[in-house]
C-alpha cells in the first residue's frame, strides 16, 4: 500500500497526517500486541511438552496444588517475577491436564465476574484476602412445647417422664425459644 493510499485509509479518506499518524500508531500496537501474542503462546507451547514429558499423563491436581505452595512464595516476595512465572506455568499446566480450552476459561471468567459483581464486600485490607460477604442463613426457632408433647416425644424414645419433669422440660423448651426468639433482630421502622 502506498502512503497517500494509507493516509486516506487511515484517515477515513480525509488525509491528514495525524490520522495516518494515529493509524500507523494503532497498527503499530497491533503488531507489538501480536508479537507478545505469538511470544506467550510458543513457551506455553514449549513448556507443555517439557511438562508432559517430564511428568507424564496425570491429572490437574498436582499442578494446582503446587500452584498454592507457589501463591505462597510470591505473596512473600510480591516483585520477583520467577514466582509470578511459575504460578502461570501451573495454571497452564493444570488447564490443560484438566482440558479446559482458553473459551472456556473465558466464559467462565465472564460469569464469575458478573456474580462477584452482586456480591457484597468488606473493606479492603492491604496484605489480607477478603472474602465476600455472605447473607446469613434464615434463623429457625422451634414452635412452642406443650406438656402434651413433651410426653410424646419422651415416649417415642422409650422414656418415661414425672407430670412435674414434663412441665418443667416444656418451661424450658419455651423458655429457650423465647430467648431466641428475644435474639432476633429487630425491624425499626425510620430509626424511631
Known amino acids: 500500500m502506498n502512503i497517500g493510499v494509507a ?18 500508531n494503532s497498527c503499530r500496537a497491533d503488531t ?11 513457551i506455553r507451547q514449549e513448556h507443555a511438552e517439557w511438562s508432559q514429558s517430564t511428568f507424564g499423563n496425570v491429572g490437574p491436581i498436582g499442578p494446582l496444588k503446587h500452584l ?5 512464595e510470591a505473596a512473600a516476595e510480591p516483585g520477583d517475577l520467577s514466582e509470578w512465572a511459575d504460578m502461570q506455568f501451573l495454571l497452564w499446566d493444570a488447564q490443560r491436564r ?9 466464559q467462565a471468567m465472564i460469569e464469575k465476574l458478573a456474580v462477584n459483581k452482586q456480591r457484597e464486600w468488606p473493606e479492603p485490607k492491604d496484605g489480607e484476602s477478603r472474602l465476600h460477604i455472605k447473607e ?3 434463623l429457625v426457632i422451634p414452635d412452642e412445647i406443650s406438656l402434651e408433647k413433651v ?16 412441665i418443667i ?7 429457650c425459644r423465647a430467648a ?13
Open 7 to 24: 493516509m486516506k485509509f487511515w484517515g477515513g479518506g480525509r488525509g491528514s497526517i495525524e490520522s495516518f499518524v494515529a493509524g500507523y
Open 32 to 42: 507489538i500486541r501480536a508479537q507478545s501474542e505469538l511470544e506467550r503462546e510458543q
Open 68 to 72: 498454592s505452595k507457589e501463591a505462597l
Open 98 to 106: 484438566a482440558g479446559i480450552t482458553d473459551e472456556q476459561i473465558t
Open 136 to 138: 446469613q442463613p434464615a
Open 151 to 166: 410426653a410424646e416425644m419422651t415416649a417415642a424414645r422409650g422414656a418415661e417422664y414425672s407430670i412435674r419433669d414434663g
Open 169 to 175: 422440660a416444656a418451661k424450658w423448651w419455651n423458655a
Open 180 to 192: 431466641m426468639l428475644a435474639a432476633t433482630p429487630q425491624e425499626v421502622p425510620d430509626g424511631k
